[in-house]
């Protein structure tokens, strides 16, 4: 199918009628350029999801770009343009454009090219037919390789032959399954999975971080139980968690969550919490995604879960770290009540933190040097006294109740003034 015959249309959308785009295609019109969206824009448009980004391609080169752009007075920032993309930069909404590229030489994971004026050879290079749309301005869609019908279907399909697409470049085995996740409908494409399965042993030349940001953008879909079996049955996924992971509880989790979380669902995934701190490294997840990961794998050790409301906001508490310990908590709840683990009942405990402030301690050493108790440990042992006493008491006691507890402790140890 192509646009020439008239049948497929680019439904109309609110990023189409953008000022911001419109003074970008405005400057290509004025010079006779051609230009198209491309990529996700397109698919997404096509089923009716939103769209983020607008990204565009046109048959001129990078320089000839530059010199349209500024001299439509357009901000260009070159992100990569020794492979074509320049960013156009309107009122602070970037919009990359590329010029259309073939593949001249690959190893796997990076890929030298030479810049073509021919919009069916670029298409050729992408990695799947719904990715490989392009559409004019006026919504003209150009479908060189069936897409649109494969995206109609649910169906992840490789350009040409799937064999030849990953071993352009291996990550396109995660991008497979990740896509799967969220645009596929079963079954998969057995071609696909044939060569996902074959080219698996390669993972390993892959970088971490890019092996990271597409397992990560996978866990993110509605249901990513599908497709991570999917994974595990191609003898993808035990690549990247060391094993295959257990699907049964990830699914029991998708089933309670309000929002999808990666690094939850990660935690899920995994069987044996001590090998998490090694999946971390293996993947470089950032510092904050690691301390999250490890603090809700604690669900596998019952002894950590509360047992009511007042335990519960005591662990937040003794995190220390305010807004973060709470989130970490409730992940923990989420994930007990996933695998039917706690005293308590955990979604109700876990509601029960929904919006709760996580308080600070109302008074400070300076208090208790105040009260006459000379500077050293004497003042740090007295303040986790007191601490305990009020998070024993849920919390409630105000300043004065806490000096009034202080006092009577210094009293007690025979400390402050006479």
Known sequence: MSATDGRTS???????????????????????????????????TLIGRPTKDVDLATPLEPDTVV??????????????IAHGTVTAVVDKRPFEITTLRVDVETDGRHAVVAFTED??????????TMNALSATPDGSVYDYFGGVTDLQAGRVRFVGSAHERIAEDRLRILRFFRFHAHYGRP?????????????AEHLGRLSAERVRDETLKLLTAPDPVPAWQLMADAGVASRILGEDGRTDRLARLVALEDVPDPIRRLAALARDPDALPALAARLKLSNADRARLLSIADIARPASLPADLPEA????????????????VRDRLLLAAADGQGAGDPLSLRRGLEGWPVPR??????????????????????????????????????????????????????????
Do not use: H, N
Request: glycine share 14%; aromatic share 6%; charged share 25%.
């Open 10 to 44: 680019l439904p109309p959308a609110p990023w189409r009628r953008s000022m911001e785009l419109g003074k970008v295609l405005a400057a290509f019109a004025d010079a006779g350029a051609d230009i198209r969206f491309v990529g996700g824009c397109v698919r997404d």
């Open 67 to 80: 010199a349209l752009l500024t001299g439509a007075g357009i901000k260009v920032v070159p992100t990569g």
């Open 119 to 128: 919009w069916r050879a670029d298409a050729a290079r992408r990695d799947f």
């Open 187 to 199: 079954p998969p494409d057995a071609e696909a999975m044939s060569a996902c399965r074959v080219e």
């Open 313 to 328: 906001r005591r662990l937040v508490y003794a995190t220390g770290r305010g807004e973060v310990g709470l989130a970490e």
């Open 361 to 418: 301690l109302p008074i400070s050493g300076g208090d208790a040097v105040a009260l006459g108790v000379p500077p050293g440990p004497e003042v740090g042992d007295l303040l986790v006294q007191v601490e305990t006493w009020w998070a024993d008491g849920s919390f409630v006691a105000g300043r004065e109740a806490c000096l009034a507890e202080l006092q009577r402790r210094i009293a007690e140890a025979g400390l402050g003034d006479p």
